[in-house]
């Protein structure tokens, strides 16, 4: 019977982890549950504007490089490491000649060709077009309309070589390479399917470890299949992930006691509950969480764009309350938006986060006295605003908390929280259709710039209404150049952010999250990063 009962344990799951009993020779399918915060805001790599999307489109694209399971950029569809120019601004590459799309078709090099400039061109509109500013060659003037898009840096000089012109020397290319805007696109199969690109699994080719089967695009379950065309499907051990969406955290945990779920977030009174289990963990991540406020778009302000106003809101919330209250979960109060052990200064080693220090501070008194200076610049005894936010449970916490510290703290203020789903709530921000907004960041690879380089003028991150010379000029500078003047570009990316964060007060930092979880002991390399995409490709599950 005892014999039995730990059978019957390890295989109770079988049908949804697919374990195999080890010894055995007998196969099972291999599965993994996870849960989602909500519906798949999109699955299109030029267009994707959220790190939801990104976790997903990680899973069944792929470009040059991956990231391996320590975060450091390997060789993926380059067949080898590039031919590189010695001025480091030309680089070559050889496409394997083993990538296929999930329809069979070779992966080429004029699909990255294809790719590239349809995200530069301003008829795209890409969010993450600026990404190749400053970087591929001639990529700034084309996103301004100033040159035709046939003028960027990248070539296929052959179906399986593809030319990359610089414009100055790119310290972290390779990281920026495992995005999804650098992915390739099937030009052929893409200009087909017309508007209907991506908007669910008949109308989207796959490169990566899995494929994204029966999937409609407002589904609130989808499944990734392992990809049988994946040029290396033999690193990849599962057969299938299922993701369940799941907003609430006691949901959450009563279907992973029931084995319905094999990994689930944490927050609040669920870490006391269960920190002593086995199969508790937590994790820093780089994410940053902030309150944004818009000032004003199209040529019209709105009276945050009132600097006192911005900075009473900045002083008059109790962060660390909230942290260890709300969630509860690792994370840690966030007083600037570059998180900490992203980043050291390259002649001492120091980290940026404690270099630049605390940029804001919690003190209620110098907050009201902000607030008055800005009601009565603005002529105003009163103001109201609306609060959007996701409609998890923890989100909507946080937000009751934020309109009950400020409408405390802040004499006249009203704030109407807005609960909406996740999908709306990243349009929101997207579209700047919002007046404050609960939001935030993780990087895409190891390095400042990818924190501050949204809110330079114009950048489809912005959605804020800020825009100041002197910051695109420091900003921009860290990617052109100064890209290859190390302490320079340090010192210019510090003075950024003091800017943004302490002169300007265009966010009010929150928190850098924390990841406290659950997860089932046999689920092994399941990959999440300090910053970038998850990465599930080498999932395992081994009892």
């Not at 709300?326 to 938006?337: D, Q, R, T, W």
Request: hydrophobic share 35%.
């Amino acid at each position: 019977m005892i014999l039995l009962a730990l059978l019957l344990a390890a295989c109770s799951n079988s049908e949804n982890s697919g374990s195999t009993e080890n010894g055995n020779s007998e196969n099972k399918e291999k599965v993994i549950q996870l849960s989602a915060p909500g519906e798949i805001p999109g699955l299109n790599p030029t267009m994707a504007d959220n790190d939801f999307s990104f976790d997903m489109i990680n899973q069944v694209f792929e470009g040059l490089y991956r990231l391996d399971k320590e975060g450091k950029p390997q060789l993926a569809l380059a067949a080898e490491e590039p031919e590189v120019s010695e001025d480091n601004k030309v680089y070559t590459f050889t496409i394997r000649d083993d990538a296929k799309w999930s329809d069979g078709s070779p992966v080429t090099a004029g699909d990255f060709e294809y790719a590239w400039k349809k995200a530069v061109n301003p008829d795209t509109a890409a969010a993450y077009g600026p990404q190749f500013e400053e970087i591929v060659a001639n990529a700034s003037e084309i996103l301004v309309g100033d040159k035709p898009v046939d003028e960027l840096g990248v070539e296929a000089l052959d179906e399986r070589t593809l030319k990359v012109t610089l414009e100055n020397p790119v310290p972290f290319f390779k990281e920026l390479l495992t995005t999804a805007i650098f992915f390739p696109q099937p030009e052929e199969f893409v200009e087909e399917q017309g508007d209907e690109y991506a908007r669910d699994s008949e109308h989207i080719l796959f490169n990566g470890p899995f494929v994204l089967e029966d999937w409609s695009g407002t589904d609130s379950s989808w499944t990734f299949e392992k990809n049988q065309q994946y040029w290396d499907k033999q690193a990849v051990n599962m057969d299938k992930i299922e993701m369940n969406v799941v907003k609430d955290t006691s949901t959450a945990v009563n279907l992973y006691k029931k084995d319905e779920l094999d990994r689930i977030e944490l927050t609040g009174d669920y870490v006391n509950e269960y920190k002593e289990s086995d199969n508790y963990h937590t994790f820093l991540t780089g994410a940053t969480s902030y309150l944004k406020m818009n000032q004003g778009k199209d040529g019209e302000t709105t009276d945050l764009a009132n600097l006192n106003i911005r900075k009473a809101m900045n002083m008059a919330i109790d962060k660390q309350e909230m942290v260890d209250t709300i969630l509860n979960n690792g994370s840690i109060v966030a007083n600037g938006n570059v998180p900490k052990d992203l980043a050291e200064n390259p002649e001492t080693g120091e980290d940026f986060r404690a270099e630049n220090g605390d940029l804001v501070h919690y003190d209620v008194e110098e907050a009201k006295q902000y607030w008055e200076q800005g009601l009565e610049e603005l002529g105003k005894e009163e103001l109201e605003f609306t609060l959007t936010t996701s409609d998890s449970s923890t989100s909507k916490q946080f937000a009751e908390n934020l309109k009950y510290q400020l409408e405390s703290n802040l004499s006249g203020l009203t704030i109407n929280v807005n609960s909406v789903p996740p999908k709306a709530s990243i349009s929101a921000n997207v579209n700047q259709e919002y007046e404050m907004i609960l939001t935030g960041w993780n990087g895409d690879y190891q390095d400042p710039l990818t924190y501050l380089n949204l809110f330079i003028t114009d950048s489809p991150g912005n959605h804020t209404g800020y825009s100041d010379e002197q910051y695109d000029k420091l900003v921009l500078g860290a990617k052109s150049n100064l890209a290859d003047k190390p302490q320079e570009r340090w010192d210019a990316l510090l003075k950024a952010e003091r800017m943004l964060i302490k002169d300007s007060a265009v966010l009010v930092p929150l928190y850098q999250s924390g990841s406290a979880y659950l997860q089932k002991d046999y689920v092994k390399d399941l990959i999440k990063y300090q910053v970038s995409a998850d990465n599930y490709k080498w999932a395992d599950v081994v009892q």
